[in-house]
């Protein structure tokens, strides 16, 4: 147990929807990163989030968007879903940037 | 941009026998993050390597950095089923904090 939970573990939705995945990082963690993985792309690094300020942009689509609230739990939002978007989405904590991160057991996202 | 290509993409080894999994990078390495992942499942992060020449040992596992080859060595001996799984190597490209993360490479152990 990497001490960072994420909710929920599975979501099936269709195409067109929005849909809100939770993230609470590790205790004294103040970094949080977002990554998205699928059987095409592998491991693509989103956004990561430091003390709720934005520290870094990956492959970030516009149709996605995250923050991190005052507590230091984080929120992906992902609207007007694609089945293209159908993947494992995995957040992680670190004490700080460029320290080794902590990675939750990651959202199950099915697009239908 | 920069990439991180493993090899090889996967591997079947007998239980008790040495492997070595690799990690090239097509530019210059600032630190290096070796991860597992069991499928489906969260990372687990094994070790991070910083300085060039830097090699660090966790259990059977031990990892090398050589800046000049662009290049990261994982080597596990005496390989265990219970070292199954997915290996990543990941890195920060020059300090971007836009990680990156190799293709993996996905690991059985017969027993």
């Known amino acids: 147990d990497s001490g960072v939970t994420q909710t929920p573990k599975h979501l099936i939705t269709a195409t067109g929807q929005r849909v809100t995945l939770r993230c609470s990082p590790r205790s004294g963690d103040l970094s949080v990163y977002w990554y998205q993985q699928s059987l095409d792309q592998g491991l693509q690094f989103l956004i990561q989030y430091y003390n709720g300020e934005e520290r870094a942009k990956g492959n970030i689509l516009e149709r996605f968007s995250a923050q991190q609230f005052p507590d230091l739990h984080s929120e992906l939002n992902l609207s007007s879903l694609e089945l293209g978007d159908s993947a494992l989405y995995f957040c992680?904590?670190?004490?700080?940037?460029?320290?080794?991160?902590?990675f939750g057991p990651g959202t199950r996202l099915t697009v239908l | 941009s920069q990439e991180l290509e493993q090899s090889p993409q996967s591997l079947i080894v007998q239980e008790g026998k040495n492997l070595t999994i690799n990690c090239t990078s097509s530019?210059?390495?600032?630190?290096l993050y070796w991860y597992k992942q069991k499928y489906g499942e969260g990372l687990i992060f094994l070790m991070m390597?910083?300085?060039?020449?830097e090699e660090k040992s966790h259990e059977k596992i031990t990892a090398k950095l050589d800046e000049k080859k662009q290049q990261s060595s994982l080597h596990i001996t005496a390989s265990q089923p219970s070292h199954a799984g997915i290996y990543l190597c990941?890195?920060?490209?020059?300090?971007?904090?836009?990680?990156?993360f190799g293709t993996g490479t996905r690991l059985k152990v017969l027993a």
């Open positions: 530019k210059t390495l600032y630190g």
């Open positions: 992680a904590s670190s004490v700080a940037t460029s320290h080794e991160q902590f």
């Open positions: 390597l910083q300085k060039g020449g």
């Open positions: 990941g890195a920060d490209p020059s300090g971007t904090y836009k990680y990156i």
